[in-house]
T-cell receptor, first 114, second 113 residues
Framework: EPEVTQTPSHQVTQMGQEVILRCVPI?????FYWYRQILGQKVEFLVS????????KSEIFDDQFSVERPDGSNFTLKIRSTKLEDSAMYFC????????????FGDGTRLSIL | KQEVTQIPAALSVPEGENLVLNCSFT??????LQWFRQDPGKGLTSLLL?????REQTSGRLNASLDKSSGRSTLYIAASQPGDSATYLC????????????FGAGTILRVKS
């Protein structure tokens, strides 16, 4: 069964450094998302991406965050200058042609900011 | 603003028992509701998706129902097994352009053998 893949599984970075989290969505999907889950808290929406542009973003997704689909397969989340509070599990998700289809999630990248 | 609540926060049952997990949402204008399973340190596995026009969906031993008017969904697990032990999350989506999901905090299920 097709799946969403994320790399790396764990990223450790010094505060202030830039990180790029990578995702390969399911190949025929058109909607892409990033969510995060701080330890012990709910999964929170960050951003959705459709037709090569951001369709919605949360208040968490400020100027230090950006997303990109650099080619036909990858979808990336960049955090420009990381803060301690960015430590979380980051999940990529994708869904199919229509907005009434389920979102499928990857296994996540655990980001630890030191 | 949509708020999603799940009760109970944790549940421990003996193997073979039928059980019900509850999810409530404050905004009844949902487009659909999705149930997930999360194993420790892992991603979210989609279990069932119920559209707003549907009352229930079934997959194997799982049955999810939706009552928009009361703002509730339930996940019924029949004949529970130790392998069902995980955190179960529900997430609601409004019909809006971004398609974001709003998640509950989850129910931690432990099925004892």
């Amino acid at each position: 069964e097709p799946e969403v893949t994320q790399t790396p599984s764990h990223q450790v970075t010094q505060m202030g450094q830039e990180v790029i989290l990578r995702c390969v969505p399911i190949s025929n999907h058109l909607y892409f998302y990033w969510y995060r889950q701080i330890l012990g808290q709910k999964v929170e929406f960050l951003v959705s991406f459709y037709n090569n542009e951001i369709s919605e973003k949360s208040e968490i997704f400020d100027d230090q965050f950006s997303v990109e689909r650099p080619d036909g397969s990858n979808f990336t989340l960049k955090i420009r200058s990381t803060k301690l509070e960015d430590s979380a599990m980051y999940f990529c998700a994708s869904s199919g042609h229509y907005d009434n289809q389920p979102q499928h999630f990857g296994d996540g990248t655990r980001l630890s900011i030191l | 603003k949509q708020e999603v609540t799940q009760i109970p926060a944790a549940l421990s049952v003996p193997e073979g028992e039928n059980l019900v997990l509850n999810c409530s949402f404050t905004d009844s204008a949902i487009y659909n509701l999705q149930w997930f399973r999360q194993d420790p340190g892992k991603g979210l596995t989609s279990l069932l998706l119920i559209q707003s026009s549907q009352r229930e969906q079934t997959s194997g031993r799982l049955n999810a129902s939706l009552d928009k008017s009361s703002g509730r969904s339930t996940l019924y697990i029949a004949a529970s097994q130790p392998g069902d032990s995980a955190t179960y999350l529900c997430a609601a989506k409004r019909r809006e352009y971004g398609n974001k999901l709003v998640f509950g905090a989850g129910t931690i299920l432990r099925v004892k053998s």
